[in-house]
Structure formats: C-alpha cells, structure tokens
C-alpha cells in the first residue's frame, strides 16, 4: 500500500482539535471516517467576509454582509410563534435591528450593552429600516482581521450544529487537516494536461477549495478539481471499454442477404439517412469477432424498432437468434405484434414469453428455442428465468434499458455460454450528452436524430383551466375529423393534500361533456387487471372508443396511429420527460396531432420553464438538457445504479465542457498508452494504483 493511501485512511478521531465526542458525530451525521474523507468534504457555498460594510451601504439585493457595530439595547417582542428578541444595532451611518426567533435565553446571557460586536448575515428592509434575521454575532474583542475572507459552508445537519460543530469548527479543523497534508498530497495528473489546460497544481486546489486566498484562486480550485474528477471518471469508462473489446469475444454477422430480401421484399416505407448510418455501425460491430456494447439512443416516434429488428435479421441470416426484451407487458405485446408480420413475411418464427403466458405455451417456446426454430423471442423480465435456454443466442436488444439493473443484463449475458452475445440498449428518452458520457462511456453510442418522412410535428399549447370549453370544442372538432383523443390524470383517486382533477372524476366529467351514443369513452389506469387493460387498449384501436381517459400507463409504448390529441391535465404535475414521453402516443400517423397541456393559474418557475419548453420544441435531446438542467442529474432516471451518483464536485448540467476536454484527454492518453506504462504517465499509474485497493471512483483523492 502506498505512502500517502496510509496518511489518508487515519482515522479522523487522530485530527488535533476533534476529540472523540465531535469525532463520533462526524462518522454517524455525515460518514466521515478518515483524513481522506474529510479533506474531501467540499463546501457547497462560501460566505464573503473580505470587507465591512456600513449600515447606509446594506441593500436588499445583498445575499450576505457583514458589519461593525455598537449593540444600544434589546427587549422581547410579539406573541405566541411570532415571539422574537430584537436588539437595536448602530455604527454611525445608521442604525438597523437583529432579531432572533430561537434560542433567545442564551442569546440575552452573551449579549453586552454598548458592546462592540460583528454582526454577520442576509440584510432585509422593512419600513425603510434593515434587519438581520439570526445573525451571526461575534465580539470584536474576540475576532481580528485578520479572519477576513472567504469562508468555506459545509453540509451540515441539525444535530451538529447543536453540538456547535458547525462550518466555522470544520473549517478550523480542515486548516489542521491541510497543514498535516501537504506534504502527502501528489499530484495526480501529468504536467502535459495541467499544462494544456492551464491547471492549479493538486496541491493548491486542495488547499483554496477549503481556504480561498480570494475569488480567483477558488475559481482555479474548482475547475481544477472538476477536471480531475471527470477525467478519472471517463478514464475508467473508457478503460472497461476497451478491456470488454479485447477479452469479450462476440459473434461475426457477415452474410447480409436476409436483410437485403427484407429491404427488396417486405419493408413498406423508406428509411431515414439516421436509420441507416446507425445500421451500419451496428453492422460494423458484427465484423470485428468482439461483443458489440451499443446505446440506441432516438427520439419518441423515430423508429429505433424497425432498426432494432433489422439487426436482429442480421443475426438469423448467421445462424443465430435474437430476444427483445422490454419492461411491460403492453409494451412487449406491442413489440411482438408490429414484428409478427414482418416476421412471418420472411417466414420466421417470433414468439412472446411474459408473466401471462400460459404453462402449455410455455413449454412449446422452450422446446422450441433449444432446437434453434424459434429465431426471436420478445418478452419482459420473464426472459432472465433459467429456464429459457437458447440454442445460440447471438443478439439481446433491451429497450427502456434504465428500467432493468445491471445484474439482470449480466444474466443475458450469460444466455450463451460460449460466445456472449451482443448488446443493443435501446433507450426512448433521450439523455443529454453529459450524462450519457458518464452514465454510458462504456458503451457506443448511436442516436436516430431525424424522424421518419411524413411525419408532422405535433403542435404543443398550454391552456389554463378556464379554456376547458375551448379545449372541449377543439376535441369534438378533432372526432368529427374521425380522430381519437387521449386524456391523461396524473392521479386515480382523489388526494385530501392535492387538489388536482382526479381520473375517476375527469372520467364521469367527460361522460357529461361527450354523451352517449355518440360518444365512446374508454377508462384506462394501473389498478385494471391485465385483461382489462388489453380490452380498453383493443376497443380504442379499433376506434370503438373515440376518447380514452387514462394515467400514465399510456406513457410507453402504446401506438394508435389515428390518435392525434393528447390533453394532458394538471399537467405542472409531470416532469419534463414525462411530458414528452406522453406527448409521444399521438404523431405516429399522417395527420396533424395536437398536445393540449391543462393547469392552474398557481406554477412555479421551474414549472413555467417546463411547459414553455415543451410548447418551442419537439425535439427530445433539447428537452432532455433543459431537464437536466432544472433538475439535476440525480433525479434522472437510472443514475442512482450507474456510479454518476459518485461525483463530488463536478455537475453535468454546468460542467459539459470540462466534461468533454477531459473525455477527450483520456482518450487520447489510453490509445497512446493503454497500460499506462509510460513515465509521462506515473501520475495516473500511481493515483489509479492507490485507488484501486479501496475504490470505485477514480476521481477521489485515496
């Protein structure tokens, strides 16, 4: 084990000025066990004490500010909750108020008629009159400028600053921390990048993310440490890329000419320039003799299926076979029966295999994928059972891949015993190019950006709810046309707590507003037993029904191509995916499709950026960055199981850049040496050695 490994994992309780009480606190409120774990517990803001300012300078605008003053008296104030201490505070210029809610007792026991105190927090005017509202207060005597600066705030809980281990304590030992470090920080990139990027040495970061000398030098500290992180994090993607290509052996698809008798003989429409290129990078794949590892990523509508499918030709034409598994049962189904017919057209045999399937049927398809005559095999989970056995799996598509773990891939991986079979993830929300450099560095990537020719672009208008009637004539228009309507709840059941339009009740309102006969009205939501469900979704495409009412179920996966009104209610209830995501289920045929978002008159920000997002653009990536963006890459769906969730300091919605400078340096570096033996390289060589006794993330210091 290294040297500076061994300085980093003492154990904090060993840090002058702790002592086991505050020590003990660390390890249970924040999982700070060693010098390693806390030299990288990064502040998330910092407080700007480089100066004083005078009362007649305070503005509302200021987040903090600091200033010199004379404490003239204080007394009790209000009632009941709004009871509060309020001192008057002067300094010359002006006088202002500090008023405190909570722990006034020991508040009056420090405070000192005429004292001279540092008061510190956000001014706020009332009447023409500041206050600070719990401020920080500290006695000149006690405090010297020479503790001018910025200072670092750290995540802390309530217990910890009961216990008066607040940012201030932390910060104090932090200091301790880094003097006693110094000499074991290394660096940890070669002088080639800190050079071309014009990078703080490790060093130096380490010491100015904690302690900024000012705001330039926390500026450097910052961008330092966000490349170091996302270049050991891409380095290790692209690292497992390349040791899967050389040791994981796939199967070579050479013989083409199934393909070509699909394209001569049974494929009604052209396929789009995007269809296309990402067929020959599958293709491309097929020859090297490695497993391919591929992302698809398309847009909703854009025709990843028929792709999908073509590959799996690719396969039969060589002798192999090929499964499709998705994550619902609607969505396997739909699967299945838009292939059948293409399959049966080039005689081939394709079966389904999910949680309803019956025993008898069961058994039929299992005999007859280990004599090799069934060649695709849709499904969802149900496929991962032991006891579906191929005779030469060659191909696993799985669609909706945040859905499934990675040990579920890994068991169909394991299908084929003797050569693995080959990959194609298939996602239809699409994710911003950050993320899927870190989620997916360790796969190719391919995305369908065009959709297929024909198609419209669904038009998106936001409506409030006093346009119902409108919104209700539009509909009766759109069914007289001879089109179909979705209308989507976000809830099934009336919630006391929201005071959103519940299914059950948009349901019987829909019935009033489109009376029978001459209207049909479907239901459709989670609760339906599967057979239930199959019904409604047959009726509505066979247009017995004109509308159907339903929750997201209908999110994925469902393609009734003479549906072109989607009206989404209460719609500031979904996320900018989801919106999409539903958006999605019209626009599959000819016609002009419509998206109506319903909602109050009470939205957030936040919310108003979604639903103007979602009326400017159709185009899933753009949405999916602004989502990114609004809502960071935690709350994205599958990032929690991919490792993303290890970042410290870097952020994905502001860091794409620096993302891509370091993807790109860790490329370059592991073509050129990809063992990492070159002397240039030691750094590298010696940080990713150190970590690798005791860690995932190659981006954290030991």
């Not at 060993?14 to 990064?42: C, S, V, W």
């Not at 995007?274 to 090297?288: M, N, R, S």
């Not at 989404?568 to 998206?595: K, N, P, T, W």
Request: aromatic share 8%.
């Amino acid at each position: 084990m290294t040297e500076r490994t061994t300085f980093f994992d003492t154990p904090l309780s060993q840090l002058k000025g702790l002592g086991p009480q505050r020590t003990e606190l660390l390890n249970q409120e924040l999982n700070l066990f060693t010098y390693g774990d806390l030299i990288q517990y990064y502040p998330f803001r910092y407080d700007d004490r480089t100066r004083y300012y005078t009362i007649s300078e305070l503005m509302d605008s200021m987040p903090s500010a600091q200033v010199r003053g004379r404490l003239r008296d204080w007394c009790m104030e209000g009632e009941g909750p709004k009871k509060r201490l309020v001192a008057q505070f002067t300094d010359g210029t002006g006088s202002m108020s500090l008023v405190w809610f909570q722990g006034v007792s020991y508040i009056e026991k420090i405070l000192r008629r005429e004292g001279e105190y540092i008061a510190y927090g956000k001014p706020q005017s009332f009447n023409g009159q500041f206050s600070i509202i719990h401020p920080e207060l500290e006695n000149t005597a006690t405090a010297s400028d020479s503790e001018l600066g910025f200072f670092p705030v750290y995540n802390l809980t309530d217990k910890l600053r009961r216990r008066h281990l607040d940012s201030k304590a932390i910060g104090k030992a932090m200091r301790i921390l880094l003097e006693q470090s110094w000499p074991h920080i290394h660096e940890t990139l070669p002088d080639s990048l800190v050079q071309q990027y014009r990078l703080v040495g490790k060093r130096e970061a380490m010491w100015n993310i904690h302690l900024p000398q000012n705001q330039g030098w926390l500026k450097q500290a910052v961008r330092r440490l966000k490349f170091e992180e996302l270049f050991y994090n891409q380095l290790r993607l692209i690292k497992n890329k390349l040791i899967q290509k050389e040791e994981f052996p796939g199967q070579v698809f050479r013989d083409t000419s199934l393909v070509k008798h699909f394209y001569s003989d049974c494929l009604p429409f052209e396929l789009t320039g995007a269809q296309q290129k990402v067929l020959k990078e599958i293709y491309q794949d097929f020859l090297t003799g490695k497993q391919m590892n591929r992302l698809l990523q398309g847009d909703v509508g854009s025709g990843k299926t028929i792709v999908a499918f073509i590959a799996c030709l690719m396969a039969i034409g060589n002798g192999a076979q090929a499964c499709l598994m998705a994550p619902t049962e609607i969505l396997a189904d739909q699967h299945y029966n838009g292939l059948k017919p293409f399959a049966d057209a080039l005689g081939l045999t394709i079966g389904i295999l999910t949680g309803s399937t019956r025993t008898k049927a069961r058994r039929a398809l299992h005999e007859s994928l280990q004599l090799g005559t069934m060649h695709i095999l849709v499904g969802t989970h149900a496929l991962l059972e032991d006891v579906v056995q191929y005779k030469n799996l060659g191909l696993c598509i799985i669609d909706e891949q945040h859905r499934f773990g990675v040990a579920q891939r890994a068991k169909l991986w394991r299908k084929n015993e003797v050569v693995p079979p080959h990959i194609l993830v298939m996602t239809a929300t699409p994710i911003p190019r950050t993320l899927a450099m870190t989620l997916y560095g360790n796969l190719d990537v391919s995305v369908i950006d065009e959709l297929p020719k024909g198609r419209k672009p669904i038009k998106t208008v936001h409506k409030y709810d006093k346009h119902r009637s409108e919104v209700f004539g539009f509909m009766r228009q759109q069914i007289e046309l001879g089109r179909q309507v979705y209308v989507v709840y976000p809830l099934i059941e009336e919630s006391e707590k929201l005071d959103y339009k519940d299914l059950m009740d948009g349901y019987e309102g829909m019935q009033r507003a489109f009376p029978r006969p001459k209207y049909e009205i479907g239901i459709l939501h989670g609760k339906m037993l599967p057979y239930e469900k199959d019904d409604e979704m047959k009726r509505f495409l066979k247009n017995e029904t004109q509308i159907l009412v339903a929750t997201t179920v209908i999110e994925v996966g469902v393609n009734v191509p003479n549906a072109s009104v989607m009206v989404i209610e209460s719609a500031e209830r979904f996320g900018l995916s989801q919106l999409h995501q539903l958006r999605g289920r019209v626009g599959r045929g000819a016609d002009q499709s419509y998206c109506v978002m319903m909602t109050g008159y009470k939205l957030s920000s936040d919310t108003r950026t979604r639903l103007e997002t979602m009326v400017r653009t159709n185009n899933g990536f753009e949405i999916a960055d602004v989502d990114l963006q609004l809502r960071g890459p935690g709350d994205l769906t599958g990032t929690q199981q991919s490792g993303v969730m290890d970042l410290m300091i870097a952020d994905l919605a502001k860091d794409g850049a620096i993302l891509a400078a370091a993807r790109e340096s860790a490329q370059a570096i592991l073509m050129e040496d990809p063992e990492l033996v070159m002397p240039q390289h030691a750094p590298i060589r010696n940080h990713v050695d150190s970590l690798r006794q005791t860690e995932n993330n190659w981006g954290r210091i030991s």
